[in-house]
């Protein structure tokens, strides 16, 4: 039989977590072998973890990283085993996969193309190995192959792609199949984003297609460090097709997902190609171990895909699993013990309280009592919790703190929201801590602060004076403060700061407001599969977004004091994602917002850019955020942008030109 089992794992470690790190992989390996899988790989330096920073230079983290590969290699007899670790090597360090076939290491394979661009900063830590290059790796007294190597497992060839290798145009597996391999092994850190999955499937399904090997993609699962999350979702190819596919947003710390293939099908399928050419340049001999793969009988396989995978609602569902997982491991992973949310009866606090009461509900409904408790065992008296009433009204804290410009309505919303949840709810009135900062201010001033003079200062002061009790709380309960910014905000600085954007973390920031309001109203009527609907959330979706700062009369809005949020989302990704100028920004504003006309499209714009250029410093404070698609405004990951700037103060007189000629009738030409 030329039959033979491989698999990938979807692994969920944490940066420099050596036991914990192992423990995983070694139970990995365990669940593989149980399953028949011949051949395994696991992701992308997953001794290490993928997040370690500038620790990835640590002088002692080498040695660390081999003390922990020889703990492996006793688990790996009767098994071939890709491992993701950090090499040392002459001069540079490399991310790299060791190959151990049962028991030894047969070589390491560095990464030949570095992710360097939005959240990605390998090529700060790492150095790219260059294509067709081979040496000998010195470690611990031996010598091991490494370099663009492809190995031989008991008449099996393999070779990999690692990650970003697949990504770019001209992959490694090209060459790779040129050389006769049979498997390719794409052990990846590739983190969570909307529509990336359906990539994935296509390069693999491809690589399986145009290389005619068996393809193997095994990914990170969960929050790793702190701000990106990763789906997991294995992936496994032959015949040009997907035969395998791992679940996606688990709350487990380990999934196997393997299949099987026949490598003599696709030799000949390789063989038959008119198109294939051969590679019979001389090289060096490619690192070989003996090994005997298990019989086993063919049988008919087929990806799997769980429901909501392939439902109308794919978008929703992805942005619901990522935030709950990724709260969940921050939960853990921090050692917290439980959340604060302060509502308002908004859009944006009521779906961070329903996202965290929601992951509760998810985990412990995948987990079960036991797995659940220990995932979270640092929490007192979780095992005593019977009912999911009772571990959200543990877990998940909320208060709404009033001020004379808050409403009955919206108090009201917050209520039914959080009773509807589970969680604990308490409303408090804070209008005599904001008189007290009033008061002492006008006594420094000598003057009455009024409306009409100090509108901002008499907004922010309300916004803020709700941080320290919040923080109070959190810190009684040893609970993690939730941030309730949403993108759309943070791009114009709609925020307090130490006030509204007090917390921990900030997991709603990484979503723009046009879309967090499509998505609560689809959780008010659907939910997410296997969970239930929000119907309470009807209170708040009827609700037009406000801050309520100031006093009721005024009629204050979100939109009113900024611009309707889709058009303020759609200059944001015009002007930041496309880096766009803003006389571009306007011209596309005004085709795709016809029913404005070009002054108001030309004051929205101007007032966008003047906006985010005033209020990078506060994007620089914001709490931690999740990474859901490729538009994060985070500066620490994703956006850079300096504090200090010129303010596009030229560009922006080219706009008003531009709009004033439009409004005219005349042609306003981009200069």
């Not at 979503?511 to 969970?531: C, M």
């Amino acid at each position: 039989m030329t039959w033979l089992k491989v698999g990938g794992a979807a692994l969920n470690q944490t940066p420099l977590d050596w036991e914990g790190n192992a423990r995983n992989i070694v139970q990995a390996i365990r669940l593989a072998r149980e399953e028949g899988i011949s051949m395994l790989c696991l992701p992308e330096l997953c001794i290490t973890g993928y997040g370690c920073e500038d620790a990835f230079h640590g002088t002692q983290l080498q040695e660390t990283v081999f003390d922990i590969l020889e703990e492996i290699l006793p688990e790996t007899r009767g098994i071939a085993v890709s491992v993701g670790m950090p090499i040392y090597h002459k001069t540079a360090l490399f991310n790299a996969a060791c190959l151990i076939v049962d028991g030894r290491i047969l070589g390491f394979r560095p990464k030949q193309h570095l992710a360097g661009s939005g959240l990605h900063y390998e090529p700060r830590w790492f150095k790219p190995w260059p294509r067709g290059v081979r040496d000998e790796a010195a470690v611990r007294g031996r010598s091991y192959p490494i370099g663009d190597l492809v190995f031989s497992v008991g008449g099996v060839r393999v070779g990999f792609e690692i990650c970003e290798d697949a990504w770019v145009a001209q992959r490694p597996g090209g060459e790779m199949a040129r050389r006769g391999v049979d498997v390719i092994l794409n052990p990846s850190a590739s983190h969570f984003a909307f529509g990336k999955h359906d990539v994935r499937k296509r390069f693999v399904a491809e690589g399986a297609r145009a290389f005619h090997v068996a393809y193997v993609y095994a990914n990170l699962l969960g929050n790793e460090a702190g701000r990106i999350i990763y789906d997991g979702g294995v992936l496994i190819g032959t015949g040009g097709r997907l035969a395998a596919a791992g679940p996606r947003f688990s709350f487990r710390p380990v999934l196997v997902t393997g299949a099987a293939f026949d490598t003599a099908v696709n030799r000949m399928n390789r063989a038959r190609n008119g198109g294939f050419e051969p590679d019979f340049s001389p090289g060096a001999a490619e690192p070989a171990a003996d090994f005997r793969f298990p019989p086993i009988e063919p049988y008919v396989q087929s990806p799997q895909f769980a429901d909501w995978e392939t439902g109308p609602h794919l978008k929703e569902e992805e942005f619901a699993r990522a935030i709950m997982l990724g709260l969940f491991d921050y939960l853990r992973k921090s050692r917290s013990h439980g959340f604060v949310v302060s509502v308002s009866g908004g859009a944006d606090s009521s779906a961070t309280a329903c996202l965290a009461c929601l992951m509760i509900e998810a985990a412990y409904q995948e987990l079960g009592h036991e797995a659940f408790c220990q995932a979270l065992a640092h929490i007192p008296d979780l095992r005593q919790t019977a009912t999911h009433a009772e571990r959200i009204g543990r877990l998940v804290h909320c208060v709404y703190q009033a001020t004379a410009n808050s409403s009955e309505t919206t108090r009201a919303a917050a209520e039914e929201v959080v009773r509807s949840l589970g969680a604990s709810m308490a409303c408090v009135n804070v209008e005599s801590l904001v008189r007290g900062y009033v008061s002492m201010i006008e006594g420094v001033l000598g003057r009455e602060l009024r409306w009409e003079q100090d509108d901002l200062a008499l907004q922010n002061i309300q916004a803020r004076v709700r941080g320290p009790g919040v923080w109070l709380l959190a810190n009684v309960k040893k609970a993690l403060l939730l941030a309730t910014s949403n993108r759309s905000e943070a791009a114009v600085g709609y925020a307090t700061m130490d006030g509204d954007t007090c917390g921990s973390l900030s997991p709603i920031a990484g979503i723009n407001k046009t879309y967090l309001r499509e998505w609560l109203r689809w959780l008010e009527k659907h939910g997410p599969e296997g969970l239930h609907p929000v119907p309470a959330l009807a209170a708040v979706n009827r609700l037009p977004p406000t801050a309520e700062l100031r006093p009721g009369e005024s009629g204050q809005t979100d939109e009113g004091d900024l611009m309707p949020y889709p058009v303020l989302d759609f200059i944001e990704r015009a002007a930041i994602l496309a880096k766009l100028p803003p006389v571009e920004v306007f011209h596309l504003a005004r085709a795709h917002f016809p029913e404005y006309g070009p002054a108001q499209i030309g004051t929205w714009v101007e007032r966008f850019f003047g906006l985010w250029c005033r209020n990078q410093w506060k994007r620089e404070r914001y709490a931690p955020s999740f990474h859901v698609d490729d538009e994060n405004l985070d500066p620490k990951t994703w956006c850079r942008f300096p504090i200090l700037s010129g303010g596009f103060e030229r560009e922006l007189r080219e706009l008003k030109r531009v709009a004033a000629a439009d409004l005219s009738g005349g042609v306003g030409e981009a200069g």
